[in-house]
C-alpha cells in the first residue's frame, strides 16, 4: 500500500513579512477613520428632515414604484428583492427595516407599511417575525402624504449605487414626519432618540408657526403638550422639564403602566406599557420580586395577550390594596421607565440637535422648497397647456382654411411647415394639431378649447401670485397641514398625569432605629453621625469658609424637611443617608436631593407628623414675616419635594419653627444697625404657603434691609431697650457698649 504524501509545510522562515509603513496618528485618523464616521452618521444611522433614513427611504420608495400605494398587497419577499436594487445589504437587514414599519409591529401611530401575517410586536422581544415568504405588505395611504409631488420634480433624484436607477434623496413629506414617526439611531461619536408626537398637535402647532413665525416655545407647549406613543401609558407631565427637551431637543421623561383593577376576579390588568420596555423585562422583574419576598402581595403573574389586545395580570391577596401595590412596582419595576430625548438630525448632511421648534422652523424651510418646485413644475406644464391651445385657438378660426393646407400638402413632412406659416404658430403648436383628429373639430369641442385658455390663464396667474409671496405659499402648505390632520388625525393614545395627581409609594421596609445627630453647614453639606462615634472625636471637619448651620438630635427613622433658599422643601429620611463620622465632610445636598445648581439648604427639621398648633416661621430682608402652619406641608403619600413652600418677593433673611404653645422672641437687626426683639405670637398666621407676609419692622430712610435674625440675642443683654409687644415697628440703634458686647462674645468662642 502506498503512503500518502503529506502536505508540504512551510517553513516560518521562508514567509516574508509585509514590510510596516510608519503613519502618524491623524492621517490614520483622517484617511481611514473619518471617513467611516461620515459614512455611518450620513448614509445610515441619523433621520434626515422627512424623518427617514436611508433604509427606509429606499424600502418606501421602492414599494412606491411597485405601484403598492394603491395596489393589493404582495409577498415581502419580492418587496425585499426589488429593494436590493437601491440597497445591497441583505435581504435580512431591508426586511427587519420593513418590520418595524408595519401596522402589525405596532411601534408607529401612522404606520408606514399595510402588513398580513405575524409581524411580532415592539412590546415583545420573545415575539418574532414570520419569514418573509409568509407575509404581504403594501404602502399604508398614510404613505400618500410622504410621496406627494414627488412625480412633479418636488425633489432631486440621484443615481442609486450603481447607477442604474434614480432614487430620491429626501421625500417630500406633506407634514412634519419627523416628529411623527419615532426614529433610533446609534452612529459614531453620537446617537438619535427621536420620540412621536401626535400628528394632530404636530399639525396645529406647524400650521401656527406658518401664520406668525415669531410664535414662542410657549405657545408650541400649550399645543404640543407632551410626546405620544403608540403604546399608550401615562407621561408624568412636568411642564419645565418638557420646555428643555423642547428647547434643546435633549433630556428624558417618565411614562408609567396603564392598570385596572379587576374587583371581582381579585387582579390586576395592566393594560398598557411604557413604549421604552418590554413585557418580559417588566415580568422577570416581577418575578425577582417575588422570589426574593419584597412583594408578597402577588400570588400569580401571567401574560395573557391575544387577539382582543395587550394584557397582563397580577393576581393578588385579599386584602391588598391594588393602587399602593402598584405604587410600589412603578418605582421597583419597568412598569415605569424613562425615555432619554436625543433630537439628532441629519441637515443638508450636517448632524444638528435640534429642539423642536427648530425642527418645525427647518421643515418649514425644507416643506417650502418642495411645495415651489412642485409648482413651478405644475406651471411649466399649465404654460406648455396655454402654448398648445393658444396655437388651436388660432386654427379653429378658420378651420376650413387649415383642411385646406393639409390637403394641398404633397407629404406628411410638408403639413407642419404649411401650418407655421399659414397661421404664425410655431412647429410644437403645429404638430399638435396635425395629430388632432377630424372628429374633435366640432361645436362643442371649439368652445371647450376657448374656455380651457382662460382656465389655464388664471391658473397660470395664481400660481405665479402665490411663488411671488412667501405669505401665500405659507398659507397653501397651511392648507395641507388642515387636511392631513381631517384626514389622518386621532387622539392621543398617551395621556398625562400632573405631580399633584402622583401619589408616592410609602416606605415599608424595616428601618433599623437608634440616636444619631444631624450636621447642617451653610454651604449645605450634611453629616448623620451615631453619638458612639462622637465619643471618639467630635470635632467637626468642615470644608473651608464654611460653617455649622444647625445641629440637631434625632432618631433614625425620623422624617426630616429640609427648607432652601429658593422656596422648596424637600421630604427626606434620615435613615436615607448614610451614616459618618465627625471628621467626614457628608453628604452634598445639593447632589443627594436633586437641586438647582444655585440653591442651598438653610434649615432643617424633624416632622413626622403633621398637627395644628405647629408653625414655621419666615423673616424677609424686606422687613417682613409670615407663620405658616406646618399642616401647609402635608401632602398626598410621600412627594419628595415641594415647591412654592414660601415666598420669593424678597430674599430669606431667617427661619424657624415654633408651636403655638411656646412661641419665643425674635430679634431683627438692619443694615443701618437698628434692633427689634418681638415674639414670634405677634406674627399673623396665613395659611397660603406663598403669601408674603405683613411688616414687622419699619425701615428708615437709610435702611434697605433686615442683615440677621437670632433668636439668641444674650449678647444684647435683656433686651429691654429693644423689645416691642406691637407690630410694626421701628428699631432701636444698637449702642456701642452692647456692639463691644458681642465682639467679646465672639472673641470668647472663638477662644472656645
Known sequence: MAKKKSAPVTELSRIVPAPATPQPITETIEKNYMPYVMSVIVSRAIPEIDGLKPSHRKLLYTMYKMGLLTGGRTKSTNVVGQTMKLNPHGDAAIYETMVRLTRGYAALLHPLVDSKGSFGKQYSSDMKYAASRYTEVKLDSFCSELFSGIDKNAVDLVDNYDGTMKEPVLLPTTFPNVLVTPNVGIAVGMASNICSFNLSEVCDATIALLRNPKTGMERILDIIKAPDFSGGGYILYNREQMRGIYETGQ???????????????????????????????????????????????????????????????????????PDKLMNRLFKLTPLEDSFKCNFNVLINSVPKQLGVLDILREWIHFRTECYSRELRFDLQKKKDRLHLVEGLGKILLDIDKAIRIIRRAESDEQVIPELMAGFGIDELQADYIANIKLRNLNKKYILNCVNEIESLKNAIIEMEGILADEIKLRAKIAEQLVEVKKKYGKPRCTQLIFPEDIEEPEVTEEVENYPVRLVLTKEGYFKKITFQSLRGNDEQKLKENDAINQIIDAENRDNLLIFTDKSQVYRVRAADFDTTKASAMGDFLNAKLGMDKDERPVFMKIQNTYEPGENMVFLFENGKGVRIPITAYETKGNRKKLTGAYSANSPLAGIFAETEAEPFE??????????????TSLIPVMTTRSSGGVTLINLGRRETKVTEVLSDFSAYGDGKGYRKYKLPATGVPISDKYEEAIQLKIYDDAKE
Open 251 to 321: 433630556g428624558s421623561f417618565k411614562i408609567r403602566a396603564k392598570y385596572s383593577y379587576d374587583k371581582e376576579a381579585n387582579c390586576i390588568d395592566i393594560l398598557q406599557i411604557p413604549y421604552s420596555t418590554s413585557i418580559e423585562a417588566i415580568l422577570d422583574s416581577i418575578a425577582a420580586l417575588v422570589k426574593e419576598g419584597k412583594v408578597k402581595e402577588i400570588t400569580d403573574f401571567r401574560d395573557e395577550i391575544d387577539l382582543n389586545g395587550f394584557k397582563l395580570t397580577l393576581d393578588i391577596r385579599r386584602g391588598t390594596d
Open 666 to 679: 425674635i430679634m431683627l437687626i438692619t443694615d443701618a444697625g437698628r434692633g427689634l426683639i418681638f415674639k
